[in-house]
């Protein structure tokens, strides 16, 4: 399946895949996976301590090409084959027969997705709102809630903009002012920032937003604490959920959160445009729908809330399959996956001369998404030069603020592939781009 202009390129892949299996046959490992590649299978549950053969497999469930290593994670997931066969399965049902009898199931369907979320962010269903995306499910809440002038709305400087430009429109339209928390590089430490969010809330602060997992350098925020500590002050709090849902586990009734905002395309690994908002039941009574129209869910705030008019059940659904998959492979194996290849990142990237790591090393306070500066080096040309020469994608940073390249590797991604960019990144460094 792998183009035939790979074979010199995955060389490099090939020698590190027998160094870490300590077998000869990767070769055989890799066609084997290859054959597989599309063939939906019921992925095994991850052993305990997991090899990298283990990892192969769980990666012939995706169809990216053997010699592509895709780590950005943090923008956009691939879906897994048995994910794919759910979608074009159910899209293929509504096409063949859009009547509403042959859609009953769908709504059915709808509904299993939102119940396996629940259980997922280990809530209940009646807190569950299936958005599209985290952008849209910030944007309920930012428009949703009754502010006025004379109200604070507290902010993390690194926020997304659905979770910040979004609130300063809204403040010019509703009057209540916008006060920020900046971020500080390398991360401070849990105690700086939650020492800085405290000292900024106030009698008027209404809502505290802020970013679960950063996606820009993957700062790693005290969500609980934090939540905690706005309660007690009666500031309602806003968690930005887009890089944290399907890395690492989530349990919404330990961090308390009052909304949680995520999206299903991103580390779920689920179809594109279907994402989540939590409400939690204590304030449901406090939030607007933003949009009246037809087809809501069928239970607790949906039947108010989520009336968006006609859906993409089959993505709906899909999505439920997405998450069924993340579950039986194992969710906490996931993380430590992800983790795992992040932080060899981190330790290779230390070691090539003029790279600045933007990521702080600590596992307490950062997760599976790197960001660094290669020196000099033109990062859109070295992205380029990435993907073209060397098969691995990353994320350009382009920007003035903690310029470089991401990288956000998922549980798909293998070791291989984490010592081809390092090799890559150290040669360009070398010889320029
Ligand atoms: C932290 C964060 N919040 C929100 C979003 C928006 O996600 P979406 O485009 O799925 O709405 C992103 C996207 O990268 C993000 O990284």
Redesign the pocket.
């Known amino acids: 399946m792998a183009p035939s202009s790979t074979a010199a390129k995955s060389t490099f892949s090939r020698r590190q895949f027998a160094g870490r299996l300590g077998i000869a046959g990767v070769g055989t490992l890799l066609a084997r996976a290859s054959e597989s590649r599309a063939r939906p299978q019921a992925v095994e549950p991850a052993p305990p301590d997991a090899r990298e053969s283990y990892w192969l497999s769980v990666r012939g469930q995706f169809l990216m090409p053997a010699d592509l290593g895709v780590m950005n994670a943090?923008?956009l997931c691939p879906s897994p084959a048995p994910v794919v066969e759910a979608l074009v399965a159910a899209t293929r049902d509504m096409d063949r027969d859009p009547s509403f009898p042959n859609r009953v199931k769908m709504g059915e369907g709808k509904e299993a997705t939102r119940t396996l979320l629940a259980e997922f962010l280990h809530v209940t269903p009646e807190e569950i709102i299936l958005a599209r995306?985290?952008?849209?499910a910030?944007n309920l809440v930012s428009s949703g809630l009754d502010l006025k002038p004379g109200d604070e709305v507290l902010l993390f400087s690194d926020?997304?903009p659905?979770?910040l430009e979004a609130w300063k429109v809204k403040a010019r339209r509703f009057g209540y002012t916008v006060k920020i928390v900046d971020q500080v590089n390398p991360h401070p430490g849990a105690e700086y920032y939650l020492d800085a969010f405290t000292r900024q809330m106030t009698d008027r602060t209404k809502i505290l937003g802020f970013?679960h997992l950063?996606?820009t350098v993957g700062d790693l925020f005290p969500a609980r604490e934090l939540c905690r500590r706005a309660r007690e002050r009666g500031v309602l709090t806003l968690v930005?959920g887009?890089?944290s849902l399907g890395l690492m586990e989530v349990d919404l009734a330990d961090m308390q959160p009052d909304f949680y905002?995520s999206?299903g395309?991103?580390w779920p690994c689920g179809p594109k445009e279907v994402?989540v908002l939590y409400v939690s039941k204590s304030v449901q009574a406090r939030v607007w729908p933003s949009i009246v129209s037809a087809y809501p869910g069928a239970v607790g705030l949906s039947k108010t809330f989520e009336s968006f008019g006609q859906r993409d059940e089959p993505a709906i659904m899909a999505f439920g399959e997405a998450l069924r998959f993340q579950t039986r492979l194992g969710r906490a194996a996931i993380h430590a996956r992800a983790r795992d290849l992040g932080q060899a990142l981190v330790a290779g990237l230390g070691k090539i001369d003029g790279v600045k790591l933007w990521t702080h090393p600590d596992p307490a306070r950062s997760s599976a998404i790197v960001s660094f500066q290669p020196g000099s080096l033109d990062v859109a040309k070295l992205s380029a030069a990435l993907y073209e020469k060397d098969r691995i994608a990353g994320a350009p940073r382009t920007g003035a603020d903690r310029g470089g390249l991401r990288f956000s590797p998922h549980f798909y991604n293998l070791h291989s592939e984490v010592d081809r960019a390092l090799e890559a990144i150290q040669r360009y460094m070398k010889s320029g781009v």
Do not use: V
């Not at 995306?133 to 849209?136: A, I, L, R, V």
């Open positions: 943090a923008n995306n985290t952008s849209e910030s926020n997304h659905s979770n970013t950063t996606s930005d887009a890089q905002a999206s395309h991103k994402g």
